[in-house]
């Protein structure tokens, strides 16, 4: 076989095994759909740091990174005052800030991902802003601070 005929039946069966994205970049199959990997956020305390001075990484997979992350309020709920959702190089998010009032806030986070056409997906999660942290709770009712659970994926 003459090397044309060998680069165009190479380049044909190539072309039928790998596809390529609108960015250029080979890949060996479609990218897996996007997904929100992030399990239940984690309780806040009024005026403390959100699950400590580095806040709460929101995870996802799949689809074509980076990764842009945003939130909003779930219906009939309001994003708790103090805190923010922040996209990171990795492809992270980030929930942070000090929340300024109590209670449970419902928050619609949304992740985006580069593809063209963009792909996002979508999860509701409930965050309690607790007047004081369980342990403390805990120790002043006298109950295990452990055995109520107060922040809830929906």
């Known amino acids: 076989m003459n090397s044309q005929k060998f680069l165009l039946a190479l380049c044909l069966c190539t072309s039928l ?35 400590g001075s580095n806040g709460f990484q929101v995870t996802a997979k799949g689809g074509e990174p980076p990764y842009h992350w945003s939130w909003k309020p779930a219906d009939g709920s309001t994003l708790p005052p103090g805190m923010r959702l922040l996209s990171n190089p990795d492809s992270t998010g980030t929930i942070s800030g000090a929340p300024r009032s109590t209670g449970p806030y419902g928050v619609m986070v949304t992740v985006t991902d580069s593809e063209s056409p963009a792909k996002q997906v979508s999860a509701t999660y409930i965050i309690t802003v607790a007047a004081s942290s369980p342990l403390s709770q805990g120790a002043k009712s006298g109950r295990d601070p452990h055995l109520s659970m107060t922040v809830s994926k929906m």
Not at 21 to 29: D, L, M, T
Not at 36 to 51: K, M, N
């Open 17 to 51: 095994l790998l596809v390529t994205s609108c960015s250029g970049a080979w890949h060996s199959k479609p990218p897996q759909p996007l997904t929100i990997t992030s399990a239940v956020l984690p309780q806040a305390v009024l005026r403390e740091p959100y699950a």
